[in-house]
C-alpha cells in the first residue's frame, strides 16, 4: 500500500510560478482528503476556546502546557512562534490537539536573553522561525527521535544561529529574540509579501532561491493556509532577504536584476516535480505525536522533512532541501561566541 504522505505528494497540482529577485514560489492546490475539520492555532487563541501557558510557576524551557477547551482540533505547526510569558518559543513539531483536550507540547527558546514575564501566558505571533532554521531544527528533532523519542531540538544551536541572523541583519534586540529580527526587516519583507498572492483554492507553496529548490508546505484545508499563509511566506523571505543582503556586498543593482530574470528562467514545472519525487523517495520513520495521529520524519541525502497523520489524511507536511547552495558557513571568531555563551550560561542557571 502507498505511503499516505505520497498520495499527498503526487496529488499536488501546481500553480504558475510567481517571481520576486531571486525567489521563485510555485503554488500549491489539491483535492485529497482535507481531513479533521481543525482550525489554526491564532483562530483559536481569538476566539478564546485555547490557551498556552508555562508549565508551572517555575516554567520549563522545552516545555509549555496547551489547553484546547473547544469543539474542534487545534493545529499548531512546526516552527510557529508563541510570544509573552518567561521568553518567546516556537514548536518544535507540529502538533494537532483534540477538541476538550491537554497536552504538553515540546518548544524551542527563540529569546535567549528573558525569562521573566508578567504572566505565564503565550499569546499569539505573526511570525514563524525562518526557513533555513526550521530546517536545521527538523533535522535535529530527527536524530533526537530516534536516539531518545523526544521532540527535542539543540538549543544551544538554534540560539547561535539566532545571533548570526541577527548579525547578518545588522538586528538590535536586547533580549536576542527572533522576533525583533522580523521587526527590523519589515519594509523588505512587505515587498515580497505584495509580489507573492494566494491563487483560489490554494494549500501550499514550493519555494525556490537562486534557482534552487528551498522547501516545499502543505496544509490540508484552503482557510488554514489563507490564516497561515504569511507566516510561511515570510519564514522563507526572510531567507531571501538574508541571501540578498550578503550578495550586496560588491554586487550592483544591474546585476541584481540580471539575478532576477536569471533566476526564473532556471526554475521549470520540472525541476519542481523532480524536487516532489525526490520528496516521495525519502525513507520514512513514525512516531506517536504529542497530540493527535503518527508524527512522520522523512531523511535522505538532499532533504529532510515532517508531516503529521492523522486518521489518513495529512493535515501538514514540511519538506526542505539540505543541499541546495543556500548555507551561510560563517566561522566565528571565539571572542565573539565566548561571551555569548557566558550570558546564556548566567540566564539559564542563576536566575
Given at each position: 500500500?502507498?505511503?499516505?504522505?505520497?498520495?499527498?505528494?503526487?496529488?499536488?497540482?501546481?500553480g504558475n510560478h510567481q517571481i520576486h529577485e531571486?525567489?521563485?514560489?510555485?503554488?500549491?492546490?489539491?483535492?485529497?482528503?482535507?481531513?479533521?475539520?481543525?482550525?489554526?492555532?491564532?483562530?483559536?487563541?481569538?476566539?478564546?476556546?485555547?490557551?498556552?501557558?508555562?508549565?508551572?510557576?517555575?516554567?520549563?524551557?522545552?516545555?509549555?502546557?496547551?489547553?484546547?477547551?473547544?469543539?474542534?482540533?487545534?493545529?499548531?505547526?512546526?516552527?510557529?512562534?508563541?510570544?509573552?510569558?518567561?521568553?518567546?518559543?516556537?514548536?518544535?513539531?507540529?502538533?494537532?490537539?483534540?477538541?476538550?483536550?491537554?497536552?504538553?507540547?515540546?518548544?524551542s527558546c527563540v529569546e535567549a536573553h528573558r525569562?521573566?514575564?508578567?504572566?505565564?501566558?503565550?499569546?499569539?505571533?505573526?511570525?514563524?522561525?525562518?526557513?533555513?532554521?526550521?530546517?536545521?531544527?527538523?533535522?535535529?528533532?530527527?536524530?533526537?527521535?530516534?536516539?531518545?523519542?523526544?521532540?527535542?531540538?539543540?538549543?544551544?544551536?538554534?540560539?547561535?544561529?539566532?545571533?548570526?541572523?541577527?548579525?547578518?541583519?545588522?538586528?538590535?534586540?536586547?533580549?536576542?529574540?527572533?522576533?525583533?529580527?522580523?521587526?527590523?526587516?519589515?519594509?523588505?519583507?512587505?515587498?515580497?509579501?505584495?509580489?507573492?498572492?494566494?491563487?483560489?483554492?490554494?494549500?501550499?507553496?514550493?519555494?525556490?532561491?537562486?534557482?534552487?529548490?528551498?522547501?516545499?508546505?502543505?496544509?490540508?484545508?484552503?482557510?488554514?493556509?489563507?490564516?497561515?499563509?504569511?507566516?510561511?511566506?515570510?519564514?522563507?523571505?526572510?531567507?531571501?532577504?538574508?541571501?540578498?543582503?550578503?550578495?550586496?556586498?560588491?554586487?550592483?543593482?544591474?546585476?541584481?536584476?540580471?539575478?532576477?530574470?536569471?533566476?526564473?528562467?532556471?526554475?521549470?514545472?520540472?525541476?519542481?516535480?523532480?524536487?516532489?519525487?525526490?520528496?516521495?523517495?525519502?525513507?520514512?520513520?513514525?512516531?506517536?505525536?504529542?497530540?493527535?495521529?503518527?508524527?512522520?520524519?522523512?531523511?535522505?541525502?538532499?532533504?529532510?522533512?515532517?508531516?503529521?497523520?492523522?486518521?489518513?489524511?495529512?493535515?501538514?507536511?514540511?519538506?526542505?532541501?539540505?543541499?541546495?547552495?543556500?548555507?551561510?558557513?560563517?566561522?566565528?571568531?571565539?571572542?565573539?561566541?565566548?561571551?555569548?555563551?557566558?550570558?546564556?550560561?548566567?540566564?539559564?542557571?542563576?536566575?
Amino acid at each position: 500500500m502507498e505511503r499516505t504522505v505520497n498520495l499527498y505528494l503526487r496529488g499536488m497540482e501546481l500553480g504558475n510560478h510567481q517571481i520576486h529577485e531571486d525567489m521563485v514560489l510555485f503554488p500549491i492546490t489539491s483535492r485529497l482528503d482535507q481531513g479533521p475539520d481543525y482550525i489554526t492555532l491564532s483562530e483559536a487563541l481569538e476566539q478564546g476556546i485555547f490557551e498556552v501557558t508555562e508549565v508551572g510557576p517555575g516554567g520549563s524551557v522545552p516545555e509549555l502546557k496547551a489547553v484546547n477547551r473547544g469543539e474542534k482540533p487545534v493545529l499548531l505547526l512546526d516552527g510557529e512562534e508563541l510570544r509573552g510569558a518567561k521568553q518567546n518559543r516556537v514548536l518544535n513539531t507540529t502538533i494537532m490537539v483534540g477538541p476538550k483536550t491537554s497536552v504538553v507540547i515540546p518548544v524551542s527558546c527563540v529569546e535567549a536573553h528573558r525569562w521573566h514575564g508578567p504572566s505565564l501566558h503565550m499569546n499569539n505571533s505573526e511570525h514563524m522561525m525562518n526557513s533555513h532554521l526550521r530546517r536545521e531544527k527538523i533535522h535535529q528533532v530527527h536524530f533526537n527521535l530516534e536516539k531518545q523519542r523526544a521532540f527535542r531540538a539543540d538549543q544551544g544551536k538554534i540560539w547561535q544561529d539566532i545571533d548570526l541572523m541577527a548579525e547578518v541583519f545588522d538586528a538590535e534586540s536586547p533580549t536576542a529574540a527572533m522576533s525583533d529580527i522580523y521587526e527590523s526587516k519589515k519594509r523588505d519583507l512587505d515587498d515580497y509579501l505584495r509580489a507573492f498572492g494566494l491563487i483560489p483554492e490554494q494549500k501550499g507553496l514550493l519555494v525556490f532561491l537562486k534557482g534552487q529548490p528551498v522547501g516545499l508546505e502543505f496544509i490540508s484545508r484552503e482557510a488554514a493556509l489563507t490564516r497561515l499563509y504569511q507566516k510561511l511566506l515570510k519564514s522563507y523571505v526572510l531567507e531571501a532577504i538574508a541571501l540578498k543582503h550578503e550578495k550586496r556586498s560588491g554586487q550592483n543593482r544591474q546585476q541584481e536584476k540580471k539575478g532576477k530574470s536569471e533566476a526564473g528562467n532556471r526554475v521549470t514545472v520540472e525541476k519542481a516535480r523532480a524536487f516532489i519525487e525526490k520528496a516521495a523517495q525519502c525513507q520514512e520513520k513514525r512516531f506517536q505525536s504529542v497530540g493527535l495521529g503518527i508524527s512522520c520524519r522523512y531523511l535522505s541525502d538532499s532533504i529532510v522533512g515532517a508531516a503529521l497523520e492523522v486518521d489518513g489524511s495529512i493535515p501538514h507536511l514540511v519538506f526542505f532541501s539540505i543541499d541546495n547552495g543556500q548555507d551561510r558557513k560563517r566561522a566565528s571568531r571565539p571572542e565573539e561566541n565566548f561571551p555569548r555563551l557566558r550570558l546564556r550560561k548566567r540566564y539559564l542557571f542563576e536566575e
